[in-house]
């Protein structure tokens, strides 16, 4: 009966796996595995991806036309937007969500805060790329690596406060503390967001007029462009939730390696209350001696008496 | 569980667990106390005693099972439950750069009470004159622990959580501790107090639980609930008082002077080392622990 | 909640007026600040002159950051944070009053740093009540954002190094907001040029302190 209750304890305890429907199995025996199905999907998305921007990459460099104006530098916008894309919506987007619904008493579940935490970190990532495919891009058409312009300084600025985020996560703590600390933390920031863009694009337009990316950007679109740069958002779009679901599935290995098993925790800590305590230090005051002999010797008795 | 609790506990725990990350502070915990009970808590280190209290102060947040306190759900209750319960804790919570009447003050305004109460309360305490000018951080531990328990005189919580509350105090001190909590009790107040030196506060309680392994592993009564203020002068104990010397309830600072097996346990030959006084330690509450778990 | 915040603002700035950790240690370390700016851009005054807006804003936070570690670090003695708790005060009374006196000692830290300015860079100030304005949204907007991340780090060992790191990104539109309304107030530019900066920083004000009435309570209790 009473390892019964144990169990349900124990399920109750780690709703973050078992709520999860992806997650077989768990910390009992061995390693939580993915299901069938999840690997399935993960290896689907996978080879999706990878074929995706093969396309993408055989479409952008080869059958595409080169720029009027930019010429071949003009490729990069089959890239460079649909990173950016991932980067600041898609991931930072998914990430304020889950952590809301981690937040909402009903909704609570580690799954939503691991999603949170893998779709900040593989957002970095992208965030990254963005920057770094905008540098690229921006040297020979503006001639500077960096200017600050109101959305690369916005873009930077999302960068700060993810990694603040992923900071306040590498903070040792147990994974429900972990998990309230940067739901807050992402809610905080997410909320600043739109005040930091407005901010920024206001610190640039009221000062110095047009921005620098506003020029000469839109060129005409050719047939073929807009085909390669759609398959370029979409391809970029499967690479992220691959890349989401296995940093996900780490988070899980992560939390499973950290944990031991609750199980075992609660009954030794039960086990405790009937052995004999080691070291009576608190009441080393009082003990006749005695008496201490037989007493020591009678309880391990009872206990296999009972056992039996 | 409980024996003959009355109908609205003051505090209940049913099946409590309790986790810190993953170590259970509390591994199920039953226990009921009535209102206007003082219900001591017994054990080793390390056995829940502390977990217990502060689960039921709200600091430790119930993992699973079911905690009312004063009839209500802590979680939903939070601050309202929190003004009419007083927790002496290890830490006595002041601020040092405060001196001790604006420490008590803060203190008793936070929760809501009565600030006429603090005068009185911080006199009853020994804090007069020139000490209510003292900044808390020249305070010695004694005397930390003497404005935590004005703080809590001036309170008036409806239930009363005392953890090693003769810690640090002085022998007079203690001997006013014993009646701060029978007067408390005598205004209707409830009060849980851990201790593992049970024997020091058995005079002023009706009943002992006995913690071990995050659980209530044991259960006495020690009397029926006695409401006069000058509390009775002999340890009421449950069985052979003949044994043991009369124990002054001047809760008398040195232990040596106290009878030397556990005051109280009524098979005191047969008594457990640890001297955690259940009442039968050869054949009762054990097993029935042992079985439950097997 | 209005008693309690009082109550708590009333409790931390005695702390203060006896311990005078923000009169001598953060009010002088933002003179500091204002002097190692001054090195880094002198000996001309025009670039001084100039950058004064933002130097004085950029002093700001720094300061902010130290007045908010010593915000928590009042709490986290002698188990305070679990007295607080105990102690059945209002969340939303504790977060304002705490947000309250972090907000009194930085509006007598931007005074002084005000005084800095005008005499160390040589800033003529046209505009009053604009810079006045500014510094009193930007104050508030700092204090509430603050004391949530203080509250957030409360409970972390290594506060002291992750609090800047995530705080100063966050308060960065109050930096260029304060900046740009200090310009126009310095340069005796129309309130119109400041208009919108004076709504971000209302906006600002209104997200952090609507969000910390809210949640102070479940971050105190999750950390």
Known sequence: MTSTVVTERSD????GDSADPDLVG??????????????????????????????????????TPPDKVQGNLVRLVYIHPGVAWVALYLAFGLAAVASLLYLWPRTRSLFWDRLAAAAVEVGVVFNVCTLISGSIWGRPTWGVWWAWDARLTSTAALLVLFLGYMALRRVPAEPEVRAKRSAFAALFAALDVPIVHFSVVWWKTLHQGATVLNANLSPTIHGSMAWTLLLGFVALTLVFVWMLLVR?????????????ELDLALRERQAEGIAPPVAPADVQPAPPAPAETP?????????????Q | MAPAAPPTPALSLRDVVALSGRFPLLAGVDLEVGTGEVVLVEGPNGAGKTSLLRVAAGLVPVTSGRLTVLGLDPERYRTAVRRRVGMLAHASHLYD????????????????????????ACERLGLTGRLLR????????????????????????????????????????????????????????????????????????DRSVTVSGGRVTGERSIRSPVADVPVPVRAVGSAAPASGPPVERVGSAEPAAGPPEGVGSAAPAAGPPEGVGSAEPAAGPPVERVAHVA | MWRDAALVAGKDLRIEARSKVALSQVAPFGVVALGLFAFALGPDRAPMVSGAPGLFWVAV???TVLAIQRSVSVESADGARDGLRLSGLDPAGLFLGKALAVAAQLVVLELVLTVGVVLLYGAAVKTVWLIAVACLLGTVGLAAAGTLYGALSAGIRVRETLLPFLLLPVVTPILLAGTRIWQAGLAGGTPSDATPWLHLLLAFDAVYLAVGVVVYGPIQEAT
């Open chain 1, 12 to 15: 109750d305890h780690r709703r």
């Open chain 1, 26 to 63: 768990g910390t009992r025996n061995g390693p939580p595995v993915l299901s069938r199905g999840a690997v399935l999907t993960t290896r689907v998305v996978g080879v999706a991806a990878v074929v995706g921007v093969a396309f993408t990459v055989w479409l952008g460099l080869w059958v």
């Open chain 1, 248 to 260: 996900y599935r780490i988070g899980v290995l992560e939390d499973w390696v950290g944990s031991g």
């Open chain 1, 295 to 307: 007493a020591g010797r009678e309880a391990p008795r009872e206990i296999a008496e009972v056992s």
């Open chain 2, 97 to 120: 750069d405060l001196n001790v009447r604006e420490n008590v003050r803060f203190a008793v305004r936070a929760a809501g009470a009565d600030p006429g109460r603090i005068g009185p």
């Open chain 2, 134 to 205: 003292t900044s808390a951080a020249k305070l010695s531990a004694g005397q930390r622990r003497r404005v935590a328990l004005a703080v809590l005189v001036a309170r008036a919580p409806d239930l009363w959580l005392l953890d090693e509350p003769h810690a640090g105090l002085d022998a007079s001190a203690r001997t006013l501790l014993d009646e701060l909590i029978g007067e408390a009790v005598a205004t209707g107040a409830t009060v849980v107090v851990a201790s593992h030196e049970p024997e020091l506060l058995e005079p002023l309680a």
């Open chain 3, 61 to 63: 936070l720094f300061s």
